[in-house]
Structures are given as structure tokens and as C-alpha cells.
């Protein structure tokens, strides 16, 4: 089993969210003075960036301008529980606009304008939005989760009760197969316990770079909502060109959250279209307490 849920937690890929040019990512950085800065270029049907990725709690600044042209363009952001209720109209010189963002999420920023008699810029595709940033911030704020993992692979299939903290404490008890093992890694003391197993493997949590590697060389699609084990989950598909691969994956398959942005379940494939992998994670609960020693026995 590879564990490709929380690999692909800090890599998920966000959608096209407008018409025309690349896909365009920022994520900000906290200056000195504590603010996260990000320049924003509108123009005819296109934002750029078009997804921005920014800290929760963090005041952030953006500077926004028009392309030069007579079209009119705006900056809306419609999400005043989060902090966020900007409506702006656009020039050509630089308007800057402060908010907080209060909570972790996907929200979109668009333009409203519209000439008579035709469809806004909205609704012809002039919208950002970020569920990578979401996913990102979602994890970060993670601080410890317990989950059930099915995994299924056309070789073998796996359930495991898992039990993470940080800095890195885990605890992974085994139902399929070795039925009653357990390992146990403190990262404190740096050592692994396993039972009944005199051996283990090296076992290193790691973020996999595999995700973002394949949306560098090919296209993410948001295919639809749907709900895994009864919670309300997006799913999207992230799809090399051509035949390029990664570790031998050319399309992954993930179902996010629709409420806390983390993986419910994800597949990967390869080229010919064979399951690799698939792993489902029931029961999923975040930020709860977890004793110490519960990572000793």
C-alpha cells in the first residue's frame, strides 16, 4: 500500500478557471510586516493568476489592475463569513484591497460586469477559485487524525486503523492482512515498535510530488459532487498528457471533502487505464486528542 491519500494532500490540483492562458498558481509569502502581498492582471475573460493560495488569519493585500482596453472589468469576492466581501470596479492603475481570511476553504473571486443583452464575465468563465489552497491550508491545520484505510490494488487489499500526531507520531494497526499487528513510531525517541514483527521496512511519512508533477505535463478536470460514505465530497481527475507518467501513474482519480477539503478516497492508473491503486478512508476525524501514550504501547 502506498499511502497516496495524505501524499497528495499539499498536491492537489485546481481546475481552469478561466478561458484563455496557462493555468496560473501564486502562492503568497508573509513579508515582515506580517502581510501576504500578491499582484492580480484582469483582463478579457481571464484573471492572473487565477487561483492564489494564502494563510489562513494572515491579512492579505491584493493589488489589483485592468489589461488596457475599454472593457470594464471588477474584483468580487462574496464571502463575508470568511472574512472576504470585496466588490471592486477595475482600473488601469493599481487598487489595493485589504481583507483577513477567517476560514479554511475553496472561494472564488470573479468578474460581474456584463455588456447589454450578453452573458456577465462571470458566466463566461472570468472566475478564480482554489481548492488547492484549501487542501493545503486544510492540512496545515491538522494536528492530529485517526482514520480506517481500505486499500485495494489488483494484488493484494489492506485495512488498517491509522492514528497520526505531530510532529510525526503514528500508530497503524493492522486488520488485513496480519490480522492484530500494530507498529508504533515515535519520532521523539526515534524508533519503531512492532508486534508480532521482529522487522520493519524504513516508514517515513512523506508528501509526494507525483500529483503536482502530472498537472505540470497534462490537465485537472473537476468531474462532479459526490458523496463518499455519506459525506458530501468533490471529485476531480488529474491526467498527464499523452503517455507521460510519474512512478508509473498517468491519472489519478480524488474525492475531497467538500467541508474540510481532506481526501475521502483516491485511485491512481496507469497509461492503459489499469487501477493501481485505490484507497478509501473511513471514519476520517481530524484534531481530536490523542494521548501519548497511545504511540508507547
Not at 499511502?3 to 478557471?17: K, N, Q, R, V
Not at 493555468?23 to 499582484?39: A, L, M, P, W
Not at 472574512?83 to 484591497?97: A, P, R
Request: net charge positive; charged share 25%; glycine share 6%.
Amino acid at each position: 500500500m502506498r499511502y497516496i491519500f495524505w501524499s497528495l494532500i499539499a498536491t492537489l490540483i485546481t481546475p481552469s478557471a478561466s478561458n484563455a492562458g496557462d493555468k496560473n498558481i501564486f502562492k503568497t509569502e508573509i513579508g515582515r510586516d506580517g502581510i501576504q502581498r500578491v499582484e492580480l492582471l484582469v483582463g478579457s475573460y481571464f484573471f492572473n493568476p487565477d487561483r492564489i493560495i494564502v494563510k489562513v488569519n494572515v491579512p492579505v493585500e491584493i493589488k489589483v489592475r485592468k489589461e488596457a482596453g475599454i472593457i470594464p472589468h471588477s474584483f468580487v469576492m462574496k464571502e463575508p463569513d470568511a472574512g472576504m466581501d470585496i466588490n471592486e470596479s477595475i482600473g488601469n492603475k493599481f487598487k489595493v484591497m485589504k481583507f483577513v481570511p477567517l476560514k479554511v476553504g475553496k472561494y472564488s473571486f470573479y468578474c460581474e460586469k456584463k455588456l447589454l443583452f450578453f452573458k456577465s464575465h462571470r458566466e463566461d468563465g472570468m472566475e478564480g477559485s482554489d481548492p488547492i489552497a484549501a487542501a493545503i491550508a486544510s492540512y496545515s491545520s491538522v494536528v492530529s487524525y485517526q482514520v480506517t484505510l481500505r486499500s485495494r490494488s489488483e494484488v493484494s487489499q489492506e485495512v488498517i486503523r491509522y492514528y497520526y500526531k505531530r510532529p510525526g507520531f503514528v500508530r497503524m494497526e493492522f486488520t488485513k492482512p496480519h490480522n492484530g499487528a500494530v507498529i508504533v513510531y515515535n519520532p521523539l525517541k526515534r524508533e519503531a515498535r512492532l508486534r508480532p514483527f521482529p522487522w520493519m521496512n524504513s516508514f517515513i511519512l512523506t508528501l509526494s510530488p507525483a500529483v503536482m508533477e502530472l498537472q505540470k505535463m497534462g490537465k485537472t478536470e473537476i468531474l462532479k459532487d459526490e458523496a463518499i460514505g455519506g459525506r458530501p465530497s468533490i471529485m476531480l481527475k488529474v491526467e498527464g498528457n499523452a503517455d507521460y507518467v510519474v512512478d508509473g501513474v498517468h491519472r489519478y482519480i480524488l474525492w475531497l471533502d467538500k467541508g474540510i477539503f481532506l481526501p475521502l478516497k483516491a485511485a491512481s492508473f496507469d497509461k492503459n487505464g489499469r487501477l493501481i491503486e485505490e484507497v478509501l478512508m473511513d471514519d476520517l476525524e481530524v484534531n481530536i486528542d490523542l494521548p501519548d501514550g497511545l504511540f508507547d504501547q
